[in-house]
């Protein structure tokens, strides 16, 4: 049974700095392409960040220069690093899995094949 499961969401001040965590298990491996989704408040889903089986990465426009996904393959977890946080970075992130970054970075849950049970991120001005 695949298993994504997130850490690190915290509430932070804008400017500061979170590392966002995922544990991939079961038969989530380097073939998937793996990432970050999140959803504001009321809002829709959106892609944040992707990272493919090669390594290469995309993002959202929005985060662009602001965080950094990586992957560590030997432990098979993701990671987020987002700095120069702002209010509008509040959400509920969550790890996906998907054996396309097509469907990741577009973010729209109902067609990703795995995701987490989400971790808050809240930023405050």
């Known amino acids: 049974q695949a298993q994504l499961v997130e850490s690190g969401g915290d509430s932070v001040q804008a400017g500061g700095s979170l590392r966002l965590s995922c544990d991939a298990s079961?038969?989530?491996?380097?073939?998937?392409?793996m990432g970050w989704v999140r959803q504001p408040p009321g809002e829709e889903s959106e892609g944040v960040a992707s990272?493919?089986?090669?390594?290469?990465?995309t993002y959202a426009d929005s985060v662009k220069g602001r965080f950094t996904i990586s992957k560590d393959n030997a432990r098979n977890t993701l990671h987020l690093q987002m700095s120069s946080l702002k209010p509008e970075d509040t959400a509920m992130y969550y790890c996906?899995?998907?054996?396309?970054?097509?469907?990741?970075?577009?973010?729209?849950?109902?067609?990703?094949?795995?995701w987490g049970q989400g971790t808050q991120v809240t930023v405050s001005s």
């Open positions: 990272i493919d089986r090669e390594g290469s990465t």
């Open positions: 996906v899995a998907d054996m396309t970054c097509d469907s990741v970075i577009a973010g729209n849950m109902g067609t990703i094949g795995y």
């Open positions: 079961g038969y989530i491996d380097g073939e998937y392409c």
